[in-house]
């Protein structure tokens, strides 16, 4: 009898399949672990180190990713190298910081886990169905995350601290949201099944009825930018212009019913008379995060090159508070190289989509799929003026995306063009070989 060990040495294929699953089996785990946060939905697992888990099995995936796959690492694209040298001057920046190298050092080991991910994430999704899996995770888990948060957050003003995490803080959460959402809105309009259907629609609801329920000012705002891109993709690109009467609908109702505390927020940016606590709130808010900011420059002059080290500018600021702006927070802990290099990252994003954007032979699903992260991207790059995400995963996801996404489109491109010609010599040979045949007389 052979055994199973022989028979995998005999079929090689058989075990790269295997080794292909275990990789994406952990990918996946992560992306749940990081979108779901499983330690705030059952407290008897949070006891568990379910990151530290989910991280070396994701670091364990890469490797054998690494050595054999569909790709390679000679196939990674040029934005993988930015982030890898991203993640190199933070750790110069937390070596020389001059504020606290310790926690520089310790923040930047745990945002470094990003590579491993995103280098995954490229290898791994070689298909529009492995595609679509892991941006299913992250856009069941965010809604979800929603309707959490709205549960137990009922006697949380704006629902600040229910949860932990990358949701802890209502910008945070409100952030999320916006960049999750166009991906949702994919899954509903990709769907045939009715019930599908009905279970997007509300999770969308949920997701902008939390969005409001944060009444944060920077989250309306990017929704209402990334809203406009997707309603444009979606709705005028694609022919759905109900899309644009039902969401403009859906937002006035909601901030009739739960957008109170979003309006008197939003007064206190062009109203000097203070006339509620949240409004009183909303303009200390305010104040702060101008004088913030000019703290952040005020860093960035005196630490141009390595900055602070990353998470040092709440010690820096001495009022114990971050920069609400992506791009200071780079310039200011990790200095303006890192910030150059930062922009230059996701602009090679903007670039991916935008060289998508121009074909006119993808089928529907790629279509609806490069639209959610062009919307999302747009997302990100307004929402990260007005919250501090440098460190957060779900723009680099984001990236990889659309990383992975050009990657299938070109490899499909090669697969037809190598098919094409072997029909054509085919055809080529039969010719020659009938050309060949003696005619009998």
């Known amino acids: 009898m052979v055994t199973t060990g022989k028979m995998l040495a005999m079929n090689p294929g058989t075990l790269d399949r295997k080794k292909a699953g275990f990789s994406f089996f952990w990918l996946c785990a992560f992306y749940t672990i990081y979108c779901a946060r499983p330690e705030d939905w059952l407290h008897v697992i949070a006891i568990l180190p379910l990151a530290k888990i989910a991280g ?25 190298y930015y982030l890898l040298v991203l993640i ?46 892991l941006l299913f995770i992250q856009a069941a888990s965010v809604p979800a995350i929603c309707l959490l948060s709205m549960i ?14 990358i949701y802890s803080n209502p910008n945070d959460l409100a952030f999320a949201i916006v960049l999750s959402l166009p991906i949702c809105l994919m899954f509903l309009l990709s769907t045939r099944s009715a019930m599908r259907k009905l279970l997007w629609t509300a999770a969308i609801l949920v997701m902008a009825t939390a969005l409001v329920m944060t009444a944060s000012r920077g989250g309306f705002i990017t929704l209402i930018v990334a809203g406009v891109v997707c309603l444009w993709h979606f709705g005028v690109k694609g022919r759905r212009f109900y899309l644009i009467v039902g969401s403009a609908c859906a937002g006035v109702v909601l901030l009739a019913v739960a ?20 409004q009183a709130r909303a303009a200390g808010s305010l104040e702060q995060r101008k004088e913030l900011n000019d703290r952040a420059l005020q860093g960035i002059r005196e630490y141009p090159i390595l900055g602070i080290g990353a998470q040092n500018f709440e010690t820096y600021s001495g009022s114990w508070h971050e920069v609400h702006m992506t791009y200071l927070q780079v310039g200011v802990e990790a200095g303006v190289p890192a910030l150059i290099v930062y922009l230059i ?28 992260l062009h ?19 779900f723009p680099f996801f984001t990236v990889a995306y659309t990383s992975a996404l050009s990657a299938i489109v070109r490899e499909k491109d090669t ?25 009998n007389t």
């Open 56 to 80: 070396v099995g994701a670091f364990l995936a890469f490797l054998l990713s690494a050595r054999k796959g569909k790709r390679s690492l000679r196939d990674l694209p040029a934005e993988s």
């Open 88 to 133: 190199g001057l933070l750790f110069l920046s937390a070596i020389f910081s001059p504020i606290w190298r310790g926690g520089a050092l310790s923040h930047t080991i745990n945002f470094a886990k990003v590579y491993v991910v995103w280098i995954l994430t490229f290898l791994l999704l070689t298909d529009l169905d492995k595609f679509r899996r």
């Open 152 to 165: 137990k957050g009922r006697g949380h003003s704006r629902l600040d601290s229910v949860l932990g995490g």
């Open 259 to 278: 957008g109170g505390t979003m309006k008197e927020r939003f007064v206190t940016l062009w109203a000097d008379d203070i006339n509620s606590r949240e």
């Open 345 to 372: 990252f996701f602009g090679l994003g903007f670039r991916n989509l935008r060289r998508l954007l121009r074909r006119r032979d993808l089928d529907p699903q790629l279509k609806l799929a490069v639209w959610a």
């Open 375 to 393: 919307s999302s991207l747009v997302g990100f790059a307004v929402g990260a003026s007005f919250s501090p995400e440098a460190y957060q995963f």
């Open 415 to 439: 697969a037809l063009a190598a098919e094409a010609q072997a029909v054509r010599a085919a055809a080529e040979n039969s010719y020659v070989r009938e050309d060949r045949v003696p005619v």
